[in-house]
Nanobody, 124 residues
């Protein structure tokens, strides 16, 4: 059974940082691309960042480029999202997801497996 468990969410002031983690099990971790998505209240789920199975190829949603960094550790079956210079509009539930293949897609239908999500709130 594929299992993805996010952690690291919380509340932070604007300009602050958080590091999200995703622990994976139940599949050959190093064979698949992974991604982070987020969903704010009343909005559609949106792509945030993705990386290839090796981690060599990364892609980011425009609004987070230069502020967020996605990474993975294939030896530990974990993925992370370092979020810096956080803004109130980054407030959302953040989900990690496993892609269908080895390259990082930016569309949710290309990710068949999802975690339960972790809340990130950016507020003063």
């Amino acid at each position: 059974e594929v299992r993805l468990v996010e952690s690291g969410g919380g509340m932070v002031q604007p300009g602050g940082s958080l590091r999200l983690s995703c622990a994976a099990s139940g599949f050959s971790f190093s064979m698949y691309a992974l991604g982070w998505f987020r969903q704010a209240p009343g909005k559609e789920r949106e792509f945030v960042a993705g990386l290839s199975r090796s981690g060599a190829v990364t892609t980011y949603e425009t609004a987070v480029k230069g502020r967020f960094t996605i990474s993975r550790d294939n030896a530990k079956n974990t993925m992370s999202l370092q979020m810096n210079s956080l803004k109130p509009e980054d407030t959302a539930i953040y989900y990690c997801a496993r892609a269908r293949g080895s390259e990082p897609y930016d569309a949710a239908p290309q990710y068949p497996d999802w975690g339960q999500g972790t809340q990130v709130t950016v507020s003063s």
